[in-house]
């Protein structure tokens, strides 16, 4: 079988000057069709520039970008595609949106084809916004507006998304519901994204993969329960897939997608017959012994 080549093929070099000094980003990394990375590290580790190179708003001294076969950035043959050329949909923490532009009117001017009205209409009632369409964003509370900005990031079909700690300044509740709304439009449209957390439970959460970066290199790389959890325990969000009897008499095995793989946990039977396939939940794990803690 031919394995399949990634979407992101992905090299860079630059100088950075931080607050620490001057370092050296150097990074190289591939990322697989439909996956969300997660790029995790302390401050001027170089989340951000990594985003900036890609979206073309960064010009390394050196690199080379390959999205799903064509070159966005090749240095050695001075190759650099304007970033109004890369299929990109990008979330910044402050949303940008514009002032002047009401909710279905940035949607629209987002699409790469302007007669392509259906997808508008698609988005509002996914993020649930078709009630606000007609509104401007000062109109709108912090939660609407990300939702917004990430419905118009959305609306131009990148072949990437990069979301640079878009919901850092929410508070957690609305954290929560953000983050459904990313994993339903990351499902529905097949999206490719790479997301700047600094949040653990967010990335337990939502990414398949995670970087772990520190002065401009990778450090760490995994899944979220191999680079984080041998070090730290976590409560982190799962979806039940299955319930099973299990060999030992009364007991059951309940199957957790969690953490960007499969846990299972044993349970009783009282405590299976409180649950089922597709409930949300929250699993305590200090890696040796997962338990589920409490109902999502």
């Known amino acids: 079988m031919t394995e399949t080549p990634p979407l992101l093929k992905f090299q860079a070099v630059k100088s950075l000057h931080t607050s620490q ?55 050695a043959r001075r190759i650099h595609l304007p970033t109004r050329h890369r299929s990109i949909g990008f979330v910044f923490q402050d949303f940008a949106l514009f002032p002047n532009l009401t909710v279905r009117q940035q949607l629209e001017f987002a699409l790469p084809d302007r007669r392509d009205k259906a997808v508008v209409s ?44 878009p919901l850092s300044a929410l508070d957690e509740e609305m954290r929560l519901k953000l983050q459904e709304y990313l994993l339903k439009a990351h499902r529905q449209y097949r999206l490719t994204t790479l997301l700047v957390s600094h949040h653990l439970p967010e990335i337990f959460r939502l990414a398949d993969e995670v970087i772990v970066l520190e002065k401009g290199r990778v450090i760490s790389y995994g899944t979220p329960a191999s680079v984080f959890a041998p070090a730290t325990p976590f409560n982190a969000p799962g979806e039940i897939i299955a319930i099973t009897p299990s060999s030992s008499p009364a007991t059951f095995t309940i199957s ?32 040796f012994s997962p338990k589920i803690v409490s109902l999502a």
């Open 21 to 75: 000094g001057p370092q050296q980003f150097d990074i190289r990394l591939e990322l697989g069709h439909g996956r969300i990375l997660a790029v995790y590290g302390p401050s001027g580790a170089g989340k951000t520039t990594l985003l900036r190179i890609l979206a073309g708003l960064t010009e390394p001294q050196s690199g080379h970008i390959e999205v799903e076969g064509q070159v966005w950035l090749d240095s």
């Open 122 to 165: 698609e988005l509002l009632g996914l993020m649930e916004l078709e009630p606000l369409q007609h509104r401007a964003p000062a109109q709108l509370s912090g939660g609407q507006q990300q939702r917004l900005a990430l419905a118009r990031a959305i609306a131009r079909r990148p072949r990437l998304l990069l979301l640079d700690e």
């Open 256 to 287: 957790i997608r969690c953490a960007g793989t499969v846990i299972n946990i044993s349970a009783t039977a009282a405590e299976a017959s409180a649950l089922h396939p597709g409930q949300q939940v929250i699993v305590r794990s200090d890696v």
